[in-house]
């Protein structure tokens, strides 16, 4: 059974900073790669940050780029988000997504998500 179960959020401060986990199982972690999403209120979903299934690549939404990053435990199969200087317009649910081939010729492409965790920014 497929699982990824995201923790760490919470209330923080304008300033403050959290650090999200996405913790793994049921799949071969280490071959996927691993992003962050994140929905705010009465908005859509958007991405937030991606790294490759090694760890070796890392992208990010250029609102983002400088106060974020993604980061991986191969061995732990957890990903992280560490997340600085947060803004009131950080507040949303991040969501943690796996996604990587079904097979060694990667004819179809496999995607999971996690159930998400809240993030305010708030004084």
């Known amino acids: 059974q497929v699982q990824l179960v995201e923790s760490g959020g919470g209330l923080v401060q304008p300033g403050g900073s959290l650090r999200l986990s996405c913790e793994a199982s049921?799949?071969?972690?280490?071959?996927?790669?691993m992003s962050w999403y994140r929905q705010a209120p009465g908005k859509e979903r958007e991405l937030v940050a991606v790294?490759?299934?090694?760890?070796?690549?890392?992208t990010y939404d250029d609102s983002m780029k400088g106060r974020f990053t993604i980061s991986r435990d191969n061995a732990l199969n957890t990903v992280y988000l560490q997340m600085n200087s947060l803004k009131p317009e950080d507040t949303a649910v991040y969501y943690c997504?796996?996604?990587?081939?079904?097979?060694?010729?990667?004819?179809?492409?496999?995607?999971?998500w996690g159930q998400g965790t809240l993030v305010t920014v708030s004084e």
């Open positions: 049921g799949f071969t972690f280490s071959r996927y790669a």
């Open positions: 997504n796996a996604r990587g081939c079904s097979n060694s010729m990667c004819s179809g492409i496999l995607e999971y």
């Open positions: 790294i490759t299934s090694g760890g070796g690549s890392t």
